[in-house]
DNA sequence: GCCAACGTTGGC
DNA sequence: GCCAACGTTGGC
């Protein structure tokens, strides 16, 4: 199994939205950068966890964990005119983009960005690198651990 | 709103 | 295939 971190702007999706939704589950979508697509088509797999991230908010950081529980799937927002997400090179032979279905686990509380700074064991983590600005990356097994017994206190 | 860092596009 | 210009992300 594979540990996943995912970003969420949480006035598009947060944590407490995917608690609401029908079976504590929602379609990842959106995802429009090849290397995140890549992590999500060639890494996850159904049973994967994922550090849920509120990103592009006034206090960013890890808010809950989530389960994938789908395999990848075309992402229907890449077909639609009307969305934010159309890309019109995609095409229904040839979709580009890909979602997956996740569920909640468990909401937690914020363990802020300010916070895992401050954390030795997570100096490496891929997530603090500068620049970094994936939406969807992989965490070390290690790294989850650390923030495990973190999101426990 | 600024801006650093990075990704993508397109002319050549 | 290079690389400049442009667009996006996301913290601050």
């Given at each position: 199994?594979?540990?996943?971190?995912?970003?969420?702007?949480?006035?598009?999706?947060?944590?407490?939205?995917?608690?609401?939704?029908?079976?504590?589950?929602?379609?990842?979508?959106?995802?429009?950068?090849?290397?995140?697509?890549?992590?999500?088509?060639?890494?996850?797999?159904?049973?994967?966890?994922?550090?849920?991230?509120?990103?592009?908010?006034?206090e960013?950081g890890?808010?809950?964990?989530?389960?994938?529980?789908?395999?990848?799937?075309?992402?229907?927002?890449?077909?639609?005119?009307?969305?934010?997400?159309?890309?019109?090179?995609?095409?229904?032979?040839?979709?580009?983009?890909?979602?997956?279905?996740?569920?909640?686990?468990?909401?937690?509380?914020?363990?802020s960005l300010k916070q895992?700074?401050?954390?030795?064991?997570?100096?490496?983590?891929?997530?603090?690198?500068?620049?970094?600005?994936?939406?969807?990356?992989?965490?070390?097994?290690?790294?989850?651990?650390?923030?495990?017994?973190?999101?426990?206190?």
């Open positions: 199994m594979a540990y996943w971190l995912m970003k969420s702007e949480p006035d598009e999706v947060s944590i407490d939205d995917v608690l609401a939704a029908p079976e504590q589950t929602v379609a990842w979508f959106g995802v429009r950068n090849y290397q995140a697509r890549n992590f999500m088509r060639d890494g996850m797999r159904v049973g994967d966890l994922a550090l849920f991230y509120h990103s592009s908010c006034a960013p890890v808010a809950g964990i989530v389960e994938v529980c789908s395999a990848a799937y075309p992402d229907a927002s890449q077909f639609d005119q009307a969305s934010h997400y159309y890309d019109p090179k995609a095409t229904l032979e040839q979709p580009r983009w890909i979602s997956v279905d996740v569920r909640a686990v468990r909401k937690t509380a914020l363990l895992l700074r401050t954390i030795p064991a997570l100096a490496d983590m891929r997530l603090l690198a500068k620049g970094s600005r994936l939406s969807v990356m992989p965490v070390d097994a290690h790294e989850w651990r650390t923030i495990e017994a973190l999101l426990e206190k």
